[in-house]
Antibody, heavy 121, light 107 residues
C-alpha cells in the first residue's frame, strides 16, 4: 500500500532554511487526483496546515507562512518537498506530510509518521 | 481564515460510556468537515470525512453529524483503544484549519 515518509535534518539554526522531503512509496505520486500536503504540530499552536501541491504543480499555502514557504513536487523521484526560510524557535514542531484526495471531502487520508524539527543554535 | 472551535478541550470517561465532542466553524463549511484521532507519539488518523462518512476500517461506534457550522463526533460505547485526542478540520476552503483538539481520558 502507499506510504509516506518524511526525511530531513532534525536540527536547524535560527535564520536558516528548513528543508524536508516526503517520499511516496507503494504508488505513483502522479496517479489519481490527490493533493500532497504539509502539516505541522507544535505544543503552542496545535495542528497547522502549511500548504499543498498537486502532481501537476498547483499550489496553496497558508497566508501566515506564505512569504517564507515553498512546496515542490518531483514526479520522477516520487516525492515532494517543503522549504521554510528564516526559521525561528516558533517553527519548532513535528512536521507531517499527508495525502488529500480530491474526493472524500478533501480530507487527509494518509499521513507520514512525522519528523521533529527543532530550531536552535 | 475559518476558525474551528472544539468543546470540550478534554473529558474523562469510562469504558462503555457514550461520548460526544462538538466542533463549531466560524462560518459555514457545508459538510467539508473531517475528524481525526491521534494517539501519543503517532500521526493523526482519519476517522470521518464529509461530516458523516466513516473512513474504511474505522469501527461503527464512531459517528459524525452536522452541516454548516455545527458538527458532532459521537463514540457510542467507548473502548480502551479510543482514549486519544480528537481533532476536527474544515476542508471547505484554504487555508485548511483544525480545531484545537479534545483529549479523551480514562476516568
Amino acid at each position: 500500500q502507499v506510504r509516506l515518509q518524511e526525511s530531513g535534518p532534525g536540527l536547524v539554526k535560527p535564520s536558516q532554511t528548513l528543508s524536508l522531503t516526503c517520499i511516496v512509496s507503494g504508488g505513483s505520486i502522479s496517479s489519481g487526483s490527490y493533493y500532497w500536503s504539509w502539516i505541522r504540530q507544535s505544543a503552542g499552536k496545535g495542528l497547522e496546515w502549511i500548504g499543498r501541491i498537486s502532481a501537476s504543480g498547483k499550489l496553496n499555502y497558508t497566508p501566515s507562512l506564505k512569504s517564507r514557504v515553498a512546496i515542490s513536487v518531483d514526479t520522477s523521484n516520487n516525492c515532494f518537498s517543503l522549504n521554510l526560510t528564516s526559521v525561528t524557535a516558533a517553527d519548532t514542531a513535528i512536521y507531517y506530510c499527508a495525502r488529500a484526495p480530491e474526493s472524500m471531502s478533501r480530507s487527509l487520508d494518509l499521513w507520514g509518521r512525522g519528523t521533529l524539527v527543532t530550531v536552535s543554535s | 481564515d475559518i476558525q474551528m472551535t472544539q468543546s470540550p478541550s478534554s473529558l474523562s470517561a469510562s469504558v462503555g460510556d457514550r461520548v460526544t465532542i462538538t466542533c463549531r466553524a466560524s462560518q459555514s463549511v457545508n459538510t467539508y468537515l473531517n475528524w481525526y484521532q491521534q494517539k501519543p507519539g503517532k500521526a493523526p488518523d482519519l476517522l470521518i470525512y464529509g461530516a458523516s462518512s466513516l473512513q474504511i476500517g474505522v469501527p461503527s461506534r464512531f459517528t459524525g453529524s452536522g452541516s454548516g457550522t455545527d458538527f458532532t463526533l459521537t463514540i457510542t460505547s467507548l473502548q480502551p483503544e479510543d482514549f486519544a485526542t480528537f481533532f476536527c478540520q474544515q476542508t471547505y476552503t484554504t487555508p485548511r484549519t483544525f480545531g484545537q483538539g479534545t483529549t479523551v481520558e480514562i476516568k
